[in-house]
């Protein structure tokens, strides 16, 4: 948790989105912002639309209304891969890794947009190809060692457990070098070691890289210990917004999270 | 015991990120390269010429360039055949069109306009994945040969429909035709072949053979890292169709010397490379040359053992080869997946640890 986190510095704002599939209304108008710098929560009952939210974001679905703002400009009509050149990250619910790829070609591949060596030069490789393919080796070798995972640098991720998957996709989206990082319930499955091991390389990352991080999780210790704000999403649609604090207390929370009989 | 790398310590990551990080490997496979090169050509003949090396390398080629397609981008191709004509077809109007143009000028032009074809039937694979695009690139295989077929201009209006390639001089020696001795042709392909896997290599361990597996293993979160599937898979399959397209133009001067489009590039030929691929390992520039040689010359040693050794009726032997290599690759579909190229990889391994392997 940053101290440091400005309250005027938006990193990304989302206006009024309202995004449908058909007849059903994943969300609608939602509102909310994140701060540079700051650890950012959804949260949610199941079907809440808090993954829709980050498809939002990342552009994998387009909403029928809303506007998204990020780094101070309006963001138009952008496919996921433009999203990324951006400077967004993300890491998945079900682990989305690449499974015939060893733990560093994953990092590596990760490091695609940062990577400018062109077709020719690639096919010699001896030259500027091979330059640069040791230069960003370096860089993944210090994510590498930032998460403890040297042991399995040239393991197929295929063969790994389930935690270390985990692990080397945070990894993959830590090698993008985003502004704006999206985690995906990153802790879901894990047994309460690795969701504290989980816990610091999120808290290491904001602090360390100064990244700005959304993470959508279940855990509410989690969220409650390393969030600075937090929005929470019911049925598509905002039910409230702001420290952790003030979230716990609030009665529509309640009400969504523990139900509530009306009388 | 000799196959080991303890010892055999990388300090820097460009030792680290060579092709062959074995000290053994990078012997094995200079000496290779050196005996195809300095020796063979001085040993070979006409049987060997024919039946056995220009056949391998030529596939070779082909089985990399489906490699790259299917083994590394996850597209799957059936229309590699219709592509092998493309490149055929090209390489023939180019050296009837500029006859003193060089041939190796003549059959890279052929590859770079069977990677714009390759381009253009590689369109649907942003719509269609997995069987559906495989149909999809069924109908290029046989709109090409009907089109090869149909336009008299591509087989310059001859007779016979038939295109035959005319006597071509590297430095004063023939490569195409009758005249040319069989340790020009071989040399002619090997270089071809070696420079070119060289190229895959280099092209499969770097910024773009990672988009391609990216988009082979997981589309969608190759897109979140800035992977455009239109970028990736197209050029997939540019690259795939030029060795595939270089692979059909040597085919036709060299190998074959005159071509009839439905039989020489049918689709026989589509599923043979593809079985190629699958059989030696998908995703391995190894595993295309080991499968290459499996399907080549797994028929002709059996034809060899029985016909020429047992003494028996030749038809027969032909079925009995399609029975048998059928069989062949059922029985590595099951026991090995992966191909041939695994299967020496796991033999890699156990060698590192033999005779102690505890």
């Known amino acids: 948790m940053q101290d440091t986190v400005k309250e005027d510095d938006i990193l990304l704002e989302v206006r009024n989105i309202s995004l449908s599939f058909g007849g059903v209304r994943a969300l609608e108008n939602i509102s909310f912002d994140i701060r540079k710098g700051e650890v950012r929560a959804i949260i949610g009952p199941n079907g809440a639309g808090k993954s829709s939210m980050l498809n939002v974001i990342n552009g994998f679905y387009h909403p029928q209304e809303g506007e998204i703002w990020f780094d101070g400009k309006r963001r138009h009509h952008m496919k996921p891969h433009q999203v990324a050149k951006l400077g967004i990250a993300r890491t998945f619910q079900n682990i989305a890794l690449f499974k015939g790829m060893s733990t560093l070609d994953n990092l590596m591949t990760g490091r695609y947009i940062k990577m400018r060596a062109n077709l020719f030069s690639q096919m010699v490789w001896v030259g500027p190809a091979q330059r640069e393919e040791v230069e960003h080796r370096q ?113 529509k929370v309640i009400d969504a999270y523990l139900g509530v009989s009306h009388d | 015991m000799f196959y080991r790398e303890s010892g055999d310590f990388k300090t820097s990551y460009i030792q680290d990120q060579q092709i062959f990080p074995i000290l053994q490997d990078r012997v094995f496979v200079t000496v290779i390269i050196a005996f195809a090169f300095l020796v063979v050509p001085f040993l070979i003949n006409d049987y060997w010429e024919k039946s056995v090396l220009l056949p391998v390398l030529i596939w070779s080629l082909a089985a990399i360039g489906l490699n790259i397609l299917t083994g590394y981008c996850g597209q799957v191709s059936l229309g590699t055949g219709g592509f092998m004509a493309v490149g055929a077809y090209a390489s023939y109007k180019f050296t009837t069109a500029f006859p003193e143009l060089n041939l190796f000028i003549v059959v890279l032009l052929s590859g770079g306009v069977t990677a714009m074809v390759g381009i253009l039937f590689g369109l649907p694979s942003l719509r269609i994945k997995g069987f559906y695009l495989a149909v999809a690139t069924l109908a290029s295989q046989f709109f090409l040969v009907w089109l090869f077929n149909k336009v008299p201009w591509f087989y310059n209006y001859s007779a016979s429909g038939q295109i035959n390639a005319p006597e071509r001089l590297i430095a004063g020696i023939a490569v195409t035709g009758p005249n040319a001795p069989p340790w020009a042709t071989y040399l002619f392909c090997l270089v071809f072949v070696v420079v070119f896997a060289l190229v895959a290599k280099n092209l499969t361990r770097g910024r773009f053979g990672r988009s391609w597996m990216a988009i082979r293993d997981m589309d969608i979160a190759a897109e979140i890292i800035g992977v455009a599937p239109l970028k990736a898979k197209l050029s997939a399959f540019s690259i795939s169709s030029f060795y595939i397209g270089i692979a059909g133009a040597l085919f036709f001067l060299v190998y074959l010397g005159a071509v009839e489009p439905t039989e020489a590039f049918g689709i026989d030929k589509s599923f043979l490379v593809l079985f190629m691929i699958i059989i030696g390992g998908l995703g391995s520039i190894l595993g295309s040359f080991i499968g290459a040689a499996f399907m080549f010359l797994m028929p002709v040693l059996i034809k060899n053992i029985l016909v020429n050794g047992l003494g028996w009726s030749p038809d027969i032997v032909a079925h009995l080869i399609l029975m048998i290599v059928g069989g062949l690759i059922m029985f590595f579909l099951i026991v090995e997946p992966h191909g041939l190229a695994q299967l020496w990889r796991v033999t890699k391994e156990k060698l590192r640890l033999w005779p102690f392997p505890h």
């Open chain 1, 139 to 251: 860089r993944v070798e210090e994510i590498i060692d930032f998460l403890k995972i040297q042991s399995i640098r040239k393991t197929p991720v295929g063969k790994l457990p389930y935690g270390m998957q985990k692990r080397v996709e945070l990894g993959r989206a830590l090698a993008a070098e985003s502004k704006l990082l999206l985690l995906d319930e990153p802790m879901a499955g894990m047994n309460l070691e690795e969701k504290e091991d989980m816990c610091r390389f999120v808290l290491d990352v904001n602090e360390q890289f100064g990244t700005t991080i959304a993470l959508i999780e279940h855990d509410m210790g989690v969220v409650m210990d390393i969030s600075n704000r937090v929005v929470v999403l019911d049925y598509g649609k905002k039910l409230a917004d702001g420290s952790p604090d003030e979230v716990r207390n609030n009665e």
